[in-house]
């Protein structure tokens, strides 16, 4: 219990005050005081860092409202413009070019293009590779500007589906089994051989 002592003094008169035991201090006082500038000062430079380092990132990354670098978000999915590398593989429903350049793909081992079916199982593989391309499928075409096939092939047979066929070389065109043709026709006035 606290007990309070009251001095009256008269004018004139000197009286010391009693020291009160009882005495709190409010606040944080010496190297607790220090200690919690230091840590607010230290808060603050990370604070600093942290903002810079996101605005730099920000920067670096070319990010702004439509996408990030090169690459554009449209309504009708992504557009990348230039040119880009690609670590890991890429899954696209469609791949196109501007209408004004080409495609291009470039590869230090190979390309390789896969078509999956809904199973998500390779029904068809292109490969082209520094020494070859390979093609792994039921059927592979080459068409013609106008959409006509001009080459197939398939388990069964190939065809070539062109108006001529010129075959150049020392040994022409050699055949193992029989050959059926409406015209047999050699150069003007060279024999037939």
Known sequence: MVREQ???????????????????KIGIYGW???CLYLFVLLLLIILVVNFSLTIWILKVMWFSPTGMGHLRVTKEGLRLEGESEFLFPLYAKEIHSRVDSSLLLQSTHNVTVNARN????????????????EFHGQQFQINSKDGKPLFTVDENEVVIGTDKLRVTGPEGALFEHSVETPLVKAESFKQLR
Request: cysteine-free.
């Open 118 to 133: 809904s199973n998500g199982e390779v029904t068809g593989r292109l490969n082209v590779g520094p020494k070859m391309v």
């Open 6 to 24: 009251y001095t009256t003094t008269t004018p004139g008169t000197s009286l010391e005050r009693p020291k009160n035991e009882y005495v709190y």
């Open 32 to 34: 607790r005081k220090r």
